[in-house]
């Protein structure tokens, strides 16, 4: 997903807003984050419901990524470095 794509669909969610986290942006509803962005778009953090929604991701994930996923977290980065 190319990063605005991502932005566009993370805003499209009632009351999301976008603000800093750290070296990346973050995606909020109040003041809880669902997901992150790295500035160059090459790295993504999205949260999700449970870990199973996890598991189906990440079994789905492009060959040119590569993600891994703890608990509800899944993070997908660009093998090229650069933003799919």
Not at 2 to 10: G, H, I, K, V, Y
Request: net charge positive.
């Amino acid at each position: 997903m190319q990063p605005d794509a991502l932005r566009r669909l993370a805003l499209s969610l009632p009351e999301a807003h976008e603000a800093p986290h750290f070296e990346r942006t973050s995606f909020r509803v109040g003041k809880k984050i669902f997901a992150t962005m790295t500035a160059d778009g090459a790295e993504a953090m999205v949260k999700l419901a449970s870990p199973d929604d996890v598991e189906g991701l990440l079994s789905s994930k492009p060959p040119s990524s590569s993600a891994t996923g703890p608990g509800r977290l899944a993070t997908a980065r660009s093998v090229s470095g650069s933003p799919r």
